[in-house]
C-alpha cells in the first residue's frame, strides 16, 4: 500500500508530466525543490519513475558538452537547481553532469558579497542578504564539497555564509531569523539602525531550518575549518527547533506566516513554512542532533497540520492550500499578514513532498 508521500507524488505527476512544466520558469528554484522530493523518494522506494522524471529533466537542461544554456547564475535562486545536476553525476557518473556542475561553482567566482563575505541574494540587490537564498546556494555548494571536490571551499564557504546569517538576522537572542539583512540599511525594509527586516517570516525560516539540517547531513562528524564548526552549526538548529516547538499552534500543530506572532490580527496558518519545518524537525531527530518527547510530539502534531491542507478536488487531484508564491521581503507586518494566499503555492507543494516524505518514510539521515 502506498504511502500519502508517494500518493502525492504520484499526481504531481500527473500534473505535471515534466518538471520543465512545474511553476515557475523552467531553470529556478522551484524545480531543485521538487526534484529532491522525487530524489528523496527515489532513494527510499526505488521507483523508477521517480528516477526517470529526475533525470529527464537533467538531460534535457545539460548538454553532451556539458553546458545549462539556461544557467545564468545571476542570483542564488538560479543556482539552486545546480544540486540536482550533482546529484545526476554522483549515481551517474557521466562527465557531462559533473562539467555542468562545475559550470555552476563558477558562478561563485565573482558573485557580488557584503563586507562580511555574506552573499548578495541576487546581482540586482545591493548588499541584501536574504535567509532564502542560503538554501539556495548552499544545497549546491554542500553536495559539490561531497560528491565532486574542493571540500575545502564547498564545506568552509557554507559555514561562513550560515554563521554570517545568524549574526546578521538573529531575533534578539532565540533562534529566529529575520527575513533578510541590508548592509547598507538602504532597502525599504530595513530598519536603519539593525539593517534587518521587519518581520521573521515563516517560508525563508523555513528555507533557512531545512539548510541547517541538510548541511549537517554532509559534513564530517569533526569537521571545522577557519570559518568555524560542525558544532556551531548544531547548535544553530538546536536553537531553532527549540524555538519552533515554542511558537507551534498547539490545537492544528501548524505554524503562522508571521512565525512569532500567533493571534495576531490577520495572521494565518502557513502550510509552505510549516511543511519546511516539519521536515527539519524529523531530520534532526534523525540525525540525533536534537532529541525529546516535545519534539516527537511536534512532528506528529505537524504532520497532521499539514494533511489538513492537503485537499482532494473535483478534479480528482490533491491541492495543498493557504500558502503564498514568491513572496519577496516586505515592508511591514501588514504586507506579510496580508500577502496573497494561493491554493499549489510551488514552493508549498514541493515542501509538503519533503515533509511527507520526511514523517511517512524517513529522511536520508534515518
Known sequence: MKTNAELFADDILLRWPQADLYPWKSWSYPQGFLLWGYIRLYEKTGNKAYWDYVMEYCSHHVTEDGIIPAFK??????????????????????????????????????????????????????????????FMGLMFLTRYGKY??????????????????????????????????????????????????????????GWYAMILAETLALLP????????????????????????????????????QVVDKPGFSRNFFDTSGSAMFLYTIK?????????????????????????SKCLKGMDGHIH????????????????????????????????????LTAMEIGTSAS
Request: hydrophobic share 35%; aromatic share 12%.
Open 73 to 134: 547564475g545571476d542570483s542564488l535562486d538560479d543556482i539552486c537547481t545546480g544540486s540536482v545536476i550533482v546529484w545526476a553525476y554522483a549515481r551517474t557518473g557521466e562527465e557531462k553532469y559533473r562539467k555542468a556542475a562545475g559550470q555552476v561553482l563558477k558562478a561563485y567566482d565573482d558573485y557580488p558579497r557584503n563586507e562580511d563575505g555574506g552573499f548578495w541574494h541576487d546581482k540586482r540587490l545591493a548588499r541584501e542578504m536574504w535567509v532564502d537564498g542560503l
Open 148 to 205: 565532486i571536490g574542493d571540500e575545502e571551499f564547498c564545506y568552509g564557504e557554507t559555514i561562513r555564509q550560515l554563521k554570517i546569517v545568524f549574526k546578521n538576522c538573529r531575533k534578539d537572542w532565540t533562534g529566529l531569523l529575520y527575513h533578510a539583512y541590508s548592509e547598507d540599511r538602504k532597502a525599504a525594509w530595513a530598519n536603519r539602525i539593525t539593517g534587518c527586516s521587519p518581520e521573521v517570516w515563516s517560508e525563508g525560516l
Open 221 to 256: 562528524p569533526d569537521y571545522s575549518c577557519r570559518y568555524g564548526s560542525r558544532g556551531e552549526i548544531e547548535e544553530q538548529l538546536r536553537l531553532l527547533c527549540r524555538d519552533l516547538v515554542l511558537v507551534q499552534d498547539s490545537g492544528c500543530g501548524l505554524w503562522y
Open 283 to 307: 531530520k534532526g531527530l534523525d540525525m540525533g542532533v536534537i532529541a525529546g518527547n516535545e519534539y516527537e510530539a511536534a512532528a506528529q502534531k505537524g504532520l497532521r497540520g499539514i494533511c
Open 320 to 355: 495543498v492550500a493557504d500558502a503564498c508564491n514568491g513572496l519577496c521581503v516586505q515592508v511591514s507586518y501588514d504586507f506579510y499578514a496580508d500577502y496573497t494566499r494561493t491554493m499549489d503555492a510551488q514552493e508549498a507543494i514541493a515542501a509538503v513532498l519533503w515533509a
